[in-house]
């Protein structure tokens, strides 16, 4: 299929986005605007102040989406959502490389934009184009409704969930959002992959539920229908979830009645094997018979061993026993060589004498 020109166009401009990228030590350029790299600060070298954005997305990362949309050429989004802004330095990003039609961004932080952050938007008149709500809850289904009925016209092109990163919450947002995506549309779910990266020290995440978890289910929506997710694409980073080209009719119908979209509803499973009575009694004596079995083989071990020691001391005591019995022996030896010699020279002495009284030659 030949590449058509807006497609090339948007290649370009994300090729060229990137490629206008400067990473530093602690910052990253993007023209005149500054990002400080929240994950690299340090506040005894820092010499803008608050002349930038805090931006906590490290260049892996922004590799890794450079990677991604080099395979999606054509996509350029038109209506934005995004949850998690920590201090707003993501919403610029994202409004720079794709120049939508609305960015809406939210956040349950207790805080306004940085002074930074509204020259940004007075500078290039983009008031009707970016827009953020601070102190909302990603969980809170009624406030995400009605904030995409009041500033967004028709469905949602890209929605990127970067908030709290916790199961229950990221799935809530999900449940509410992913069918106001267009077909086509881009569900984005970051760091879903913290439970498996060594040294991670939040105090925070290691008691919440694993976020893997929806990232499992979102394989298993797409496992058992294409026309609700077509695609699961996974970075060590981030998830894509491509919203169903055609929507079924589960989808027609959770468009109109939000409310009933549960992806457990939509993801077939195969039913657990049915196993007999009979044939589960013979199983449970197996695993008695081969508990017992263990048992016996453990108790002969232990003879064995026992065994073996006792032997072992025999040895050691027939060992020292020769060893006596090799002392003995030699001292015997000697002393009956010693003895022999003395009574041969008694005997000569005697002789001698005997030889002398009587006079012999």
Not at 96 to 105: Q, V
Request: charged letters at 30%.
């Amino acid at each position: 299929m030949p590449t058509t020109p807006s497609i090339q166009a948007n290649s370009s401009r994300y090729d060229d986005f990137f490629k206008r990228l400067v990473w530093q030590k602690d910052r990253m350029l993007l023209d005149d605007l500054v990002f400080r790299l929240q994950h690299f600060r340090d506040d005894s070298s820092w010499d803008l102040g608050d002349q930038c954005f805090v931006y906590f997305k490290v260049k892996g990362l922004v590799d890794s989406y450079a990677k991604f949309l080099k395979t999606r050429p054509g996509f350029a989004p038109r209506h934005i959502f995004e949850l998690g802004l920590w201090e707003g330095g993501s919403v610029p990003f994202w409004f720079e490389l794709f120049r939508p039609a609305k960015h809406i961004g939210v956040d349950i932080s207790d805080r306004e934009d940085s002074p930074y952050f509204r020259k940004y938007i007075e500078d290039r008149s983009l008031q009707q184009q970016i827009k953020t709500y601070w102190r909302t809850d990603q969980s809170d289904r009624n406030r995400l409704l009605e904030i995409v009925r009041d500033d967004f016209e028709g469905n949602l092109d890209l929605v990127i969930d970067d908030a709290s990163h916790y199961y229950s919450l990221t799935r809530a947002s999900f449940e509410t959002l992913f069918p106001l995506l267009r077909p086509g549309g881009l569900y984005i779910i970051e760091d879903w992959a913290w439970e498996h990266w060594p040294g991670h020290v939040d105090p925070a995440w290691p008691k919440a539920e694993r976020l893997g978890r929806l990232v499992h289910e979102l394989i298993g929506l797409a496992g058992s229908s294409k026309d609700i997710i077509s695609e699961v694409i996974v970075y060590q980073g981030f998830t894509v979830a491509v919203r169903g080209e055609k929507p079924s009719k589960e989808l027609a119908s959770f468009n109109k009645e939000l409310a009933s979209f549960n992806p457990d509803n939509f993801i077939y499973r195969q039913p657990d094997p049915v196993v007999e009575p009979a044939l589960d009694a013979h199983v449970v004596k197996l695993e008695q018979d081969r508990r017992e079995l263990l048992e016996y083989v453990r108790k002969v071990e232990e003879d064995r061993q026992e065994l073996l020691d006792y032997v072992r001391k025999v040895e050691q005591d027939r060992q020292l026993k020769l060893e006596e019995y090799t002392r003995v022996s030699r001292r015997l030896q000697a002393l009956e060589h010693t003895n022999t010699v003395r009574l041969s020279r008694r005997l000569a002495t005697l002789l001698h004498r005997a030889r002398g009284k009587l006079k012999l030659p």
